[in-house]
T-cell receptor
Framework: AQKVTQAQTEISVVEKEDVTLDCVYE???????LFWYKQPPSGELVFLIR??????QNEISGRYSWNFQKSTSSFNFTITASQVVDSAVYFC?????????????FGKGITLSVRP | EPEVTQTPSHQVTQMGQEVILRCVPI?????FYWYRQILGQKVEFLVS????????KSEIFDDQFSVERPDGSNFTLKIRSTKLEDSAMYFC???????????FGSGTRLTVV
């Protein structure tokens, strides 16, 4: 069975602070994919990143960066110099493959509030 | 940028009524999904659909639920007799091999009264 744990439930920071959102996953599959989605107050799910289990390189996209560590089954997400527009719920998710049965298993989400 | 379109954005229905939620996936995608998010909770998988049949379903997806791709572009979720606990945001998603992102629609908020 697959499981995603986002132990932090709510984080509040002041604008321009850096913030790291933690994600720990469990799977027996050797090939799997990890995702992060942002859910702003408007409710849609905005895709941020997909990473496959064979690629452990960290990724940076603007103010966003991701740290994938297979040894600790973690896929953490850091926002540098946070902004008020970053306020949202962030979900980490896991899928076994990109085939027909690639359902996503989501964590419970982390509510990030960025104060001016 | 291609997107998944869901209609309506919000639907209110009376308990016991049938509802159909509609989705237009990205045109060259092959795999289609429905997910549900009860207010304030995590997003949960309902069903996946490929090659005109269900490939996997969760325990939530009981006999009250059905999916259909009637015309090659639309992908629908039907709830036959709605219950209060079906109130949730329903997300459609589509995906394809080699696609970088697994794309969700903006959701339909279903309220059962």
């Amino acid at each position: 069975a697959q499981k995603v744990t986002q132990a932090q439930t709510e984080i509040s920071v002041v604008e321009k602070e850096d913030v790291t959102l933690d994600c720990v996953y469990e799977t027996r599959d050797t090939t799997y994919y990890l995702f992060w989605y942002k859910q702003p107050p408007s409710g849609e799910l905005v895709f941020l990143i997909r990473r496959n289990s064979f690629d452990e390189q960290n990724e940076i996209s603007g103010r966003y960066s991701w740290n994938f560590q297979k040894s600790t089954s973690s896929f953490n997400f850091t926002i540098t110099a946070s902004q008020v527009v970053d306020s949202a719920v962030y979900f980490c998710a896991l899928s076994a493959s990109t085939g027909a049965n690639s359902k996503l298993t989501f964590g419970k989400g982390i509510t990030l509030s960025v104060r001016p | 940028e291609p997107e998944v379109t869901q209609t309506p954005s919000h639907q209110v229905t009376q308990m016991g009524q049938e509802v159909i939620l509609r989705c237009v996936p990205i045109s060259n995608h092959l795999y289609f999904y429905w997910y549900r998010q009860i207010l304030g909770q995590k997003v949960e998988f309902l069903v996946s659909f490929y090659n005109n049949e269900i490939s996997e379903k969760s325990e939530i997806f009981d006999d009250q639920f059905s999916v259909e791709r009637p015309d090659g572009s639309n992908f629908t979720l039907k709830i036959r007799s709605t219950k209060l606990e079906d109130s949730a945001m329903y997300f459609c998603a589509s995906d394809s091999p080699g696609n970088y992102g697994y794309t969700f629609g903006s959701g339909t908020r279903l309220t059962v009264v």
